[in-house]
């Protein structure tokens, strides 16, 4: 399973956002949902470009991600990537 994870605009206050796609996270809605409520400072977030996705404000995005996974730091899996772009 890959995780990506897209850098977006930075907030008001100048700290790094992220967009994540539930459907990366979890495969039905409500588990990607309590998932993603356990990232600090998410929001869900439903457009006409990007639906289903929740943005985060976090400095260390990887590992915030794979806490809430339950994942410990060093695991391997699953494998998440930041990418930049439109």
Known sequence: MTVYIKRISDAANGN????LALADIAPKFDDAMALSKKLVNAKFYRSERETNTVVFS????IVELKQA????AEHAFPRIEIYFGN
Do not use: K, V
Request: a neutral charge; zero cysteines.
């Open 16 to 19: 790094p956002r992220y967009l």
């Open 58 to 61: 976090s400095y260390a995005p």
């Open 69 to 72: 996974l339950g994942i410990d």
